[in-house]
């Protein structure tokens, strides 16, 4: 349908932001609906949450009701308010008589903008004309909210002509909008945290971080500062005489790449290596996490789904997308995540970037091994070192999986070489082979390349768009790093547009089968779920085909499944 409406909005550090939409809509079956959307932060009681708006409310034309139901409050918006609303409805359509409808939601959602209205979806939402001047305002403050609402409107109805200008409304209506519910549901129920676990880990990780600060200093034959760059630098290429120092303006670097050169050779080195680790894990996460708890005992990350170019989501509020897991000492910080209900699910994808690349490239021979559900770098090993797939060894298949995921982010023969520790040669002998053996890949990214640099952007396969300014550039550097972003983009991206379908049909079956079982959390190629114990075996058969059936391409998706009573736990 379409729709006009207004919003009034209020932030208070601690809570949050509390917002109310309120809106005429006329609806496909032809109802006239005022509809009015509370949105509120979790942690608040219908009473606080009353003490710290009313002022708000009452400065926007609301009156505000404590009730017992959810949400345990009303704001009803009153004359001159709707009068306004009614009068350009009435304008628009010469309709007389409103009957209306007053409805209530909640969601923990924060919005950025004050003046909202209804979504408005498909060719159906109109340019309603409001009001000129003070025509049916009572303040100059309502013309001007009037104003800001013909604004609005006018660069609503612009977008949505532009998006579907360039093929990509559906993208927006049916992918994009129903994500940013399910987002604005998994940020109000959140994840709970075991604050005792956090606690432990503070304990511990604190006494080993003293420990190797007392043996650091030992082998340093001084005391010092060790996060300091400048010091550090000073006595590994001063004070020990170790090799390739280079010195900067501001001191000697002792970045990751330097240090990993020099842990042969003095002993210093991997202390102050697993000192960094533990350092960063424990005042980012788990002191860091312990701020972000909320007197709910839970953790609401704010889910944002306009940020990355390539459409990937990430989060902030706490970043839980980038607790490390690649550690022993950093995958410890899940064991702090528990279930409210009984347990945790996860589904995560079978190496979804890969399974994209085959399909986009049109790759006969990982197409096959992937539907034969093989293992898929075995299988490449195979064909790339010309042994059958029983004679592969543990470095054949470790280089084949470099030089698979290597290609896919446009990897150089200098950098695939770093990473598997081979020379600079036997690494271009490599991707030679692969491309060899894939001709397909080396012609598919050729074409991403070509039609960047016409066109400006590539494409994901719902068609998201990302532009590459860089790709014409110049500069040498930036040009090349221009064509490895139009080599990736499409397969990250696609991957990317995959998990929010598989959260869109995953949450239409948990709806469609009446479960209370929730999906809490998306990392990456994951989805949590928090899930009773009598509906575990159901949701797992959901959410398996949820994701499996979420996009119809040659290879097929594969989600791997497990259940536990932390995230630790989860394999």
Not at 8 to 29: H, Q, V, W
Not at 66 to 86: N, V
Not at 488 to 509: T, W, Y
Request: aromatic share 8%; net charge negative.
């Amino acid at each position: 349908g379409y729709g006009i409406g207004l919003g009034i909005a209020c932030e208070d550090s601690l809570s949050g932001r509390l917002t109310c939409n309120c809106g005429l809509i006329r609806s496909r079956e032809g109802a006239v609906i005022l509809q009015l959307d509370i949105r509120y932060p979790v942690t608040f009681s219908g009473a606080q949450i009353i003490e710290k708006v009313s002022t708000a409310a009452e400065e926007g034309g609301f009156r505000i009701t404590e009730t017992e139901d959810d949400p345990p409050f009303y704001l009803e918006p009153g004359l001159p308010f709707i009068q306004i609303l009614m009068e350009a409805y009435q304008e628009e359509t010469k309709e007389r008589k409103l009957p209306y409808v007053m409805g209530g939601g909640t969601y923990a959602r924060r919005i950025p903008h004050a003046v909202a209205f209804g979504p408005g979806m498909g060719a159906d939402m109109r340019e309603l004309k409001l009001p000129e001047g003070h025509g049916g305002c009572h303040s100059a403050d309502e013309a001007q909210s009037v104003s800001n609402l013909q604004k609005a409107i006018r660069i609503y109805v612009q977008a949505i002509e532009k998006l579907n200008n360039e093929n990509q409304f559906e993208l927006y209506k049916d992918v994009e909008m129903p994500v940013a519910k399910i987002l604005a549901r998994m940020e109000f129920q959140g994840a709970k945290v075991d604050s005792v676990v956090l606690k432990q880990l503070e304990e511990q990780f604190g006494r080993e971080i003293n420990i190797l600060e007392k043996e650091i200093h030992t082998l340093a034959n001084r005391e010092f500062n060790i996060a300091s760059p400048k010091q550090l630098g000073e006595v590994l290429f001063e004070d020990l005489g170790l090799p390739n120092g280079k010195k900067t303006k501001t001191g000697y670097s002792t970045s990751v790449d330097i240090l990993n050169k020099l842990k042969d050779i003095h002993p210093i080195i991997d202390k102050v290596l697993k000192y960094r680790t533990l350092s960063k894990l424990y005042s980012t996460y788990i002191i860091g996490l312990q701020d972000q708890v909320f007197i709910d005992g839970k953790i609401h990350t704010i889910y944002n789904q306009a940020l990355t170019q390539t459409g990937r989501l990430s989060s902030t509020d706490p970043n839980l997308q980038n607790i490390p897991v690649k550690t022993p000492e950093g995958k410890l910080i899940r064991k702090a995540f528990v279930p409210e209900y009984d347990y945790l699910v996860s589904f995560d994808y079978s190496q979804i970037e890969l399974r994209v690349l085959a399909h986009l490239a049109g790759v006969k021979s990982l197409i096959k091994a992937f539907n034969e559900d093989k293992d898929i770098h075995r299988h490449t090993a195979s064909e790339i070192f010309r042994v059958p797939e029983e004679q592969v060894d543990s470095t054949m298949r470790r280089n084949a999986k470099a030089v698979n995921f290597g290609i896919i982010y446009g990897m150089s023969d200098f950098g695939l070489a770093e990473q598997v520790g081979v020379s600079v040669g036997e690494a271009r002998e490599f991707i030679k082979r692969y491309f060899e053996n894939y001709p397909e890949i080396k012609l598919y990214m050729d074409s991403n390349i070509d039609f960047c640099k016409k066109n400006g952007y590539v494409t994901t396969m719902l068609n998201r768009k990302r532009f590459i300014r860089e790709i014409n550039e110049k500069n040498y550097m930036r040009q090349e790093f221009g064509k490895r972003l139009a080599m990736n983009s499409p397969i990250q991206g696609s991957a990317a547009d995959i998990i929010k379908v598989a959260m869109i049909k995953v949450d239409e079956l948990l709806k469609k089968h009446q479960l209370k079982s929730k999906m809490i959390l998306q990392v990456h190629d994951e989805l949590i779920f928090d899930v009773y114990q009598e509906e575990l075996q159901e949701v797992m058969e959901i959410v398996a085909k949820g994701m499996t059936t979420a996009i119809k391409m040659d290879v097929e998706l594969k989600a791997e499944g497990s259940y536990a009573v932390n995230w630790y736990e989860l394999k």
